[in-house]
């Protein structure tokens, strides 16, 4: 059984590009939530997506956009890249259909951006 | 933001110890849980304590929490060189799945 999967693993942009990142949910998953983590630092929540909307978000600019697909994999987007939009990105799974979800969240490897 | 800090922010100790890591946050919690990380890789998850208990148990972790302090507590008993990890504390408030995070603290645990 594989858990969250992300890709790529690492990758190097330029500021003002955009840059794409994937997520496919642990089987048996059907909500998925983003973070990033700044070097030496906690997560911090990007948004959450569920039925394929924007659920949740954190206190993030518009440039951080996503995507859920019917398969319940997801998308990240940042435009007009920054340099302090260096960080690891981190996408986390829950389980389907729990009403009242106070529980663990299953995370993946993690997709390390380098913004020069 | 970020709402817990751990405390230490860093702990060295010989395998066979006890660690103990505290973590304090500032608003009222639906649940408190720590997490794992080794080297900058993926989260993994420990233990979840509801805020209306006050100890929980998993193997050699044993999580406390006080809500009238708003403090939690996570100990680690005859602690082995492969707990050596980044451990994170993060709250979840009622009415949110977003898991807010402190820090975090390293932990190193020598042979």
């Known amino acids: 059984d594989a858990g969250v999967t992300q890709s790529p693993t690492h990758l190097i942009k330029t500021r003002g590009q955009q840059v794409t990142l994937r997520c496919s949910p642990k089987?048996?998953?059907?909500?998925v939530s983003w973070y990033q983590q700044a070097l030496g630092q906690g997560p911090q929540f990007i948004f959450q997506y569920y039925e394929e909307e924007e659920r949740q978000r954190g206190n993030f600019p518009d440039r951080f956009s996503g995507h859920q697909f019917p398969n319940y994999s997801s998308e990240l987007n940042v435009n007009a890249l920054l340099l302090g939009d260096s960080a690891l990105y981190l996408c986390a799974s829950r389980e389907r259909g729990l009403a009242g979800f106070a529980g663990e969240l299953f995370f993946g490897e993690g997709s390390r951006l380098t913004v020069l | 933001s970020q709402q817990g800090e751990e405390d230490p922010q860093a702990l060295s100790i010989q395998e066979g110890e006890n660690a103990t890591m505290n973590c304090s946050y500032k608003t009222s919690i639906n649940n408190l849980q720590w997490y794992r990380q080794n080297s900058g890789r993926g989260l993994v998850h420990l233990i979840l304590?509801?805020?209306?208990?006050r100890e929980k148990h998993s193997g050699r972790l044993r999580v406390t929490l006080d809500t009238s302090k708003k403090s939690s507590s996570l100990l680690i008993t005859a602690s082995r060189a492969a707990d050596t990890a980044s451990y994170f504390c993060a709250t979840m408030q009622g009415g949110s799945e977003k898991l807010v995070f402190g820090k975090g603290m390293k932990l190193t645990v020598n042979p």
């Open positions: 089987s048996g998953h059907d909500t």
């Open positions: 304590i509801r805020s209306n208990e």
